[in-house]
């Protein structure tokens, strides 16, 4: 380049004939171009071999070929992307391991700590990748259908479990299982009992000597559902004193 650009400031001294100058002088352009590209490449090539990043190295190489420069020169750098990935390669079967026995185990700490590294290695579209976010999301929603099963379960009781319903739904809903869900359907299925036995007793209280036998059956399922021995008390005398009247007439 040095000798092509003296050349080219002598022959315009001496006037040489316009084509031959503008010849040399595109030349010159073009040395000093390459010149150019080869010294940014050579300084990618510096940085991505120190870095060690596959995108960087790649970047790199490419620059280099396009400079034209000798392989000598970015053999380094190739040996480099060749050694990262296949790192990367090994980074990425340990990661589809760990997240596999992860989604087989279901457990939500080692989901989120394998998903953490297989959105770092893995394409956002991998099957493996979908199928353990949504087994995450799937568990992560029973655990807050579970703790609002509990919560429901302390404070519903017999004179208001409209929650527990709510909440037993939305367990269902969320897929808990029906063993996780039993003790709080037995709690339901008594509060139900409860409540149905007690209106049963009311009503059965309101009813004329004619309905005896239904008083009668309304005391004894009151007692099985363990309505207030108050007033299940009450109820008791009550049939026992129409059933005394009965037997009198008769």
Known sequence: IDRLSAAVTKAAEVALVEPEVEAARRLLDEQ???AEMQAAARDALAHATFSRSIDALQEALEQAQKAQLEQ????EAFDALAEELRKFAERQTAALEQLQAAVTSKSIPDLESALIEARAVLQP?????????S?????RRQVAAMETLESAMESANTLDFE??????????DAGVSESAMAPAQELLDRFVAYDTASQRLNDAMLMDIASVDELGAAVKAAEEA???????????TKFKAWRSTIDRRL
Do not use: M, P
């Open 163 to 172: 929650i527990l319903i709510t909440a037993i739904v939305e367990a269902k």
């Open 72 to 75: 000598a020169e970015y053999k």
């Open 226 to 236: 363990g309505i207030d021995e108050e007033r299940v008390a009450t109820a008791r």
């Open 32 to 34: 000093k171009h390459k």
């Open 135 to 139: 087994v995450l999301d799937r568990e």
């Open 125 to 133: 579209d991998d099957q493996i990748l979908l199928e353990a976010e």
